[in-house]
């Protein structure tokens, strides 16, 4: 089921993969397209959520409402769940991402209820 | 007096040392408005060399050097650079009545060499285009959110100019930022959501434009450019372009900038997508021929 869901992301444009993470770098369940995942994604991945929950707490204990890292060929958008659940989609850069951030927030109540 | 000067062209308001005014208006015709807390002056450029200062708090007036140290007593200090059309300059001369003014002016560029040097402090000409930046302070940790990261109005009274001041400001280690640079950056300051933009380095803050505490701001921006310098190793993806974080009150975006980085603070209803192209086009057109 949550498999369905993360296939949705993949469906838009130049999405390359939609993982549900841990914030310990675990990944619940994954879907990727065209993409092979590195080693150290998960330990990417980790490290953005930890750094950003901390960076975040500095402007009076505010959450996190979105991280965005971008290269010059991909980018990243990472957007939490719940707790330390987050959602992650690789995307190329000609991605929308308009598109993408509203499926995220569409989809997070169907996605807390699988977890 | 301030009130006669010709408007000018503004290039927008910044905070920066003082001595930065000095080492960025080599190619400058115009007025240097100068705001400090509920004072107000300016500097006449040309092309670098600055023919009158003024300040003036309540009924209190400075002129000359007794301006120009008051300025240079202060760390830092709002600023706002307007460009003057030949006749505009005309104009803003006559109104000085530059004639009797230029014996009283000091030419700051020909002084700096002569300030004494101090323990750690190094100081260099890089051609034309040398930044003056802020003496490095320990970052102090933030408390409040980006609204409140915004200063207040002041509105008490400041104390007295200080006529004279017998000690020369420090002149920290400088970094480079050109007039193209602060033209761009004053450009991104004008959109619709930005709340400030500073251009910084490992060291120091270099540039700030919009009303926020920067040392916070500061701390914030180098930890986010510290997790992309963690992760970008780690990742096939190309050049790093800028990392935003994203929270209810607003974003904070860091991107690298030249040698430097950018940091910019918005609102949350920014066009993220207008600021994303801009930093792309920063990074692929160094020559800054940048379309804001």
């Known amino acids: ?115 | 007096m301030i009130d006669q000067l010709p408007e000018g062209n503004s290039i927008g308001w910044m905070q920066a040392p003082p001595q930065w005014i000095f080492t960025h208006t080599v190619r400058f015709i115009g007025v240097v408005r100068v705001v400090i807390q509920d004072g107000e002056g300016f500097i006449l450029i040309k092309k670098g060399k600055p023919l009158v200062y003024y300040f003036k708090h309540g009924r209190i007036e400075l002129r000359g050097h007794a301006a120009l140290d008051y300025f240079s007593s202060q760390p830092t200090i709002e600023i706002n650079l307007c460009r003057y059309t030949p006749e505009e300059f005309s104009q803003a001369l006559k109104i000085c009545d530059v004639g009797k003014t230029v014996p009283e002016t000091v030419d700051v560029q020909k002084q700096a060499p002569a300030v004494p040097a101090q323990a750690g402090v190094v100081e260099k000409t890089m051609e034309d285009s040398t930044v003056i930046s802020q003496p490095e302070q320990p970052p102090p940790v933030l408390t409040e959110k980006p609204e409140l990261m915004r200063r207040n109005p002041v509105t008490a009274v400041p104390a007295k100019p200080v006529a004279a001041v017998t000690e020369r400001p420090i002149i920290p280690e400088p970094a480079i930022l050109d007039d193209p640079d602060i033209k761009i950056i004053g450009q991104i300051k004008k959109l619709n959501g930005i709340v400030a933009i500073s251009v910084f380095n490992d060291d120091r803050n270099i540039l700030l434009m919009g009303d926020v505490e920067i040392d916070p701001l500061l701390k914030i921006a180098r930890t986010m450019l510290a997790t992309t310098k963690r992760i970008t190793p780690h990742l096939d993806w190309g050049s790093f372009i800028h990392m935003t974080l994203q929270i209810p009150e607003g974003n904070v975006i860091v991107a690298p900038y030249h040698e430097n980085n950018l940091c910019i603070l918005t609102t949350r209803t920014i066009n993220i997508g207008h600021i994303r192209r801009i930093l792309r086009d920063l990074q692929q057109d160094r020559s800054g021929e940048v379309m804001v």
């Open chain 1, 1 to 115: 089921m949550l498999k369905q869901i993360l296939n949705k992301f993949l469906i838009l444009n130049d999405v390359q993969a939609a993982i549900v993470i841990q914030e310990n770098g675990e990944i619940i369940q994954s879907m990727k397209s065209g993409i092979v995942f590195k080693e150290d994604l998960q330990g990417v991945l980790s490290a953005v959520m930890l750094d950003s929950k901390k960076t975040a707490a500095q402007f009076g204990n505010a959450s996190i409402s979105m991280v965005f890292v971008e290269f010059s060929d991909y980018f990243l958008i990472l957007g939490p769940i719940m707790e330390e659940f987050y959602l992650a989609i690789i995307a190329k850069n000609t991605a929308n991402i308009g598109q993408i951030t509203y499926e995220m927030k569409k989809n997070q109540d169907a996605i807390v209820s699988l977890l």
